[in-house]
């Protein structure tokens, strides 16, 4: 199954996004096949392409009874920490021995 995914990728070669979506690694279940996509936009990608999809690979391994379907992968958010506050609570959330540090010495991360 794989390998007859990764040769319809090669056929979209030409097709970037396309190409970029069909390289991601899929979750194969029975005759249920699942791509993870990483934001809502390239749920219309893939669905643009899901007839001519589902058709090779079923002509490719004899098999009518495959589906795709697609799942949203929630993404890591990384908090970005701008003021010297943020900075020394993501330190502190690291490392929580600076915050009894901190009040031993008085210290003041704003300044």
């Known amino acids: 199954m794989r390998e007859a995914w990764a ?3 090669r056929l979209r070669k030409d097709q970037v996004a396309e190409f970029h979506l069909l390289s991601r690694e899929v979750g194969v279940n029975g005759s249920i096949v699942t791509v993870a996509l990483a934001n809502p936009i390239e749920e219309p990608l893939l669905q643009s392409m899901m007839t001519d999809l589902v058709s090779y690979l079923r ?3 004899s098999n009518n009874s ?3 379907e697609s799942v949203m992968q929630e993404a890591e958010v990384k908090r970005m920490a701008y003021t010297n506050k943020e900075k020394f609570d ?3 959330e690291k490392n929580p021995i600076l915050a009894e540090l901190k009040e031993r010495f008085g210290l003041d991360p704003d300044f």
């Open 7 to 9: 040769e319809y990728a």
């Open 59 to 61: 002509n490719r391994l």
């Open 66 to 68: 495959i589906k795709v």
């Open 90 to 92: 993501l330190l502190v």
